[in-house]
């Protein structure tokens, strides 16, 4: 990985967690914060972080892995519930 990629993730990481701590006092949603911290330190603020490329990146990674899997549920039945169904 290199130097300037993991410079730029470390801003990143820094900033959201000063802007949330902040938004979370004001008593403001998470991804307000979040918005707020791209736009302070993208290319149209601050400019902390030029290399839009390596940001855009991790975005999707991060999509990725917040989705939910498509694997089935681990005990049972289609609605997840492990109790056998009462039969009359």
């Known amino acids: 990985m290199d130097l300037f ?14 802007i949330i701590y902040l938004s979370h006092k004001l008593k403001l949603p998470s991804v307000v914060g979040f918005l707020l911290t791209g736009v302070l330190i993208g290319p149209g603020g601050l ?5 839009t490329q390596t940001v855009g990146i991790l975005a999707e990674i991060g999509d990725v892995s917040s989705r939910p899997s498509s694997r089935k549920p681990a005990c049972g039945g289609p609605r997840g519930s492990s109790s056998p169904s009462p039969t009359r």
């Open 47 to 51: 400019s902390l972080v030029k290399n």
């Open 5 to 18: 990629v993991l410079q730029e993730l470390v801003i990143v990481l820094a900033a959201s967690v000063l």
